[in-house]
């Protein structure tokens, strides 16, 4: 099968846009980037300007007391109740959490019983670190979603993890929800590189029916933005991703960054889905 017959495959994007929102991460620090969301306060005021902008699934890492990343579940809880409480965003929280967490709490977060997760489907270099996702993690993960019926999202940093992805479905089945979405993570050094021909081809191997999402790290933010948009894809951006709004501007919060998408997408002749289209296109259920 050539590169296009498998394009054609996979099913077009429809007529909106699904945009994420990552607005913390666990990189950055809060004292080198001021407006980086790290108390559930400024999570939840960032995650309704951001539900206002447009956005319509929030990826959400935690920072703790002393503004560094944590899984510690009293907190993962407290932040899904209170994000259903003042959003109608889908709450994806992040099982990859720093490159520091061990397995088992990555694997507790879906304790936390989040309407969705992400899952990295391989180990990748990341800047001078590495992201563990041996394929005995992510095959233990996967049973867990399936299990609690959290929704994942497949993150994709690089070619290989498209290849993991397409074994994982084939040895253990569809995921909760009964709909393949992946998000492919471009420009991380070490991963693959954020730019149009790698976008096209990522999207060619993908699996067949998928949907598909994609971000660009730092300065591949806004081409890997416009690629996704012409190739038919969904966006997600935000303040994990990139803290520069523009040549020397920093991101002065993660709802302009979600405005910016809005409007480009707009333009496109494909505005932001709201979150209920996406609960239906994803297949997670409400659970507010
Ligand atoms: N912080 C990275 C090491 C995820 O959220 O699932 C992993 C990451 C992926 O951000
Ligand atoms: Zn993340």
Redesign the pocket.
């Known amino acids: 099968m050539t590169a296009a017959d498998s394009a054609a495959r996979a099913r077009p994007a429809g007529p909106a846009t699904l945009i994420t929102v990552?607005p913390t991460?666990?990189?950055s620090e809060k004292a080198a980037v001021p407006a980086l969301p790290v108390t559930l306060d400024e999570l939840v005021t960032t995650a309704k300007e951001c539900s206002a902008a447009g956005a319509a699934v929030i990826?959400v890492?935690i920072r703790g007391a002393d503004a560094r990343?944590t899984l510690d579940l009293g907190r993962l809880n407290d932040t899904v109740h209170a994000l259903r409480e003042s959003t109608d965003l889908i709450v994806q929280l992040?099982?990859?959490?720093?490159?520091t967490?061990p397995y088992e709490r990555r694997l507790a977060v879906l304790d936390a019983r989040p309407d969705a997760?992400?899952?990295?489907c391989g180990t990748v270099n990341?800047g001078d670190?590495v992201?563990m996702n041996p394929w005995g993690f992510i095959k233990e993960l996967y049973a867990k979603t399936q299990e609690y019926g959290v929704v994942p999202e497949f993150?994709l940093?690089d070619l290989g993890h498209i290849a993991t992805l397409h074994r994982l479905l084939a040895e253990m089945g569809p995921p909760a929800g009964g709909h393949v979405h992946c998000d492919l993570?471009m420009g991380v050094p070490g991963g693959m590189p954020g730019d149009a021909d790698t976008l096209v081809h990522a999207v060619s191997a993908l699996p067949a029916g998928a949907t598909w999402s994609a971000t660009g790290i730092g300065r591949t933010s806004l081409p890997v933005m416009f690629a996704a948009l012409a190739a038919g894809g969904h966006l997600r951006v935000g303040m994990?991703d990139t803290i520069t709004f523009a040549r020397g501007r920093p991101v002065a919060s993660n709802a302009e960054l979600v405005e910016r998408a809005a409007t480009l997408a707009g333009l496109a002749q494909r505005p932001a889905m709201s979150a209920a289209a996406a609960r239906d296109l994803l297949g997670v259920p409400d659970h507010r």
């Open positions: 990552a991460g666990a990189e990826h890492h990343p992040s099982t990859g959490g720093a490159v967490d997760c992400s899952l990295t990341f670190d992201f993150e940093f993570v994990e």
